[in-house]
Structure formats: C-alpha cells, structure tokens
C-alpha cells in the first residue's frame, strides 16, 4: 500500500515538472510571439486610421496638394455647390435631367424615369436600375452615371412633385426649352 502511495507521488511529480517545464519554455517562446510585436502584428483601430491618414497625405501632396483635376466634379448649372442638396419643384412637362455624378430624392409626386440613351439610373435604394418610363418610388436616392437621364412626372400625378437634388442638373419644359 505505501508502495502505490510513492508511485503516485511520484507520479504526480513527473507530471508536475513536465507542466513546469511546457510551461516555462512557451513563456521563453511567447517573447517571440507576443501581442504586438513583428511575429504577433495586433493592431488597434486608431493605429490603422492613423496610417491611412498618413498615406493619403502623402499621396495628396504628391498630387499638389488637392484631387487630380480629372476627378473633380463640375459645378451644377443651378449654383451652389455639390455637396448641398436643393429642393426643386417639378411641374406638369416639365423633366429634369440630372448632369453625370448627381444624386436625386424624389419627396412628393409620382415620377417616371427618363433616358436619352436607352439605359437606366441607379436606384441604390432598392438595388435596381431602372429603364426610361420606370415609375419611380418616393424616398429613394437614384444616382445619375452620366448625362441625359431624368425624371418627370407620370401621365396621372396630381400631387405637387418635389425632388431633393445634389449635383448639377438642368430642367427642360415640354417643348425642349431649359429652364433652368
């Protein structure tokens, strides 16, 4: 009985050395894998916004200091700039015909979209592209690719159409002339 009693002792403390020992040399190795260090690059959030922050500066001063003059959008044909949106009210005839780049809300009224070349506008509300003649739902953002693309009012609207518009557009009345 004292025999098994020493086994166990024994046994336990061979166990016990080898948990010590594992133990000991994955704290050597853990200085080689720590958090934050070359082998274990953890990185915060701020530190990543930080080097973003950096490279884009660098970047921009690259390029003078601003964004390239290809990129820069025109200035709307109604004034103002492009970051604020404006309310425009449409009329029965008239079309709105948003220029390249510009986003569009439309409040009030039933609308149909309009297309000079056969192709759609963005609705990145709802995921889809709408053809010309494609009634337009209320509170929508729809964003314009390129030129000659619009809305105006369906054939049986009756209530006031309003429209929040950021970017350059133009309206057009029923017999072609620009209004705005």
């Known amino acids: 009985m004292r025999k098994q009693k020493w086994i ?11 948990v010590g ?17 070359v082998n274990d690059p953890l990185i915060t959030k701020s530190y990543l916004d930080q080097q973003l922050a950096d490279l884009v500066a660098k970047e921009l001063a690259k390029q003078g200091g601003g964004a390239p003059a290809a990129t820069a959008t025109p200035a709307p044909s109604t004034g103002g700039t492009d970051t604020e949106m404006k309310v425009v009210q ?22 149909v979209a309009v ?41 049986k609207s009756d209530a006031a159409i309003y429209v929040m518009v950021r970017g350059g ?11 705005q």
């Open 8 to 18: 166990i002792v024994f046994m336990a403390l061979c166990i016990g050395v080898w």
């Open 21 to 37: 020992s594992v133990t000991l040399e994955s704290k050597a190795d853990g200085a080689a894998g720590q958090t934050g260090t």
């Open 90 to 111: 449409l009329q029965d005839g008239q079309t709105l015909f948003a220029k390249a780049g510009a986003e569009v809300i439309v409040r009030t009224g039933k609308t």
């Open 115 to 155: 297309s000079t070349d056969g192709d759609g506008i963005p609705d990145v509300t709802s995921g889809k592209d709408l053809a010309a003649g494609t009634a337009i739902e209320l509170n929508h953002l729809l964003i314009f690719p390129r030129d000659g693309r619009g809305l105006k009012p369906a054939a």
């Open 169 to 179: 557009y133009s309206i057009q009345s029923a017999d072609g002339t620009i209004l």
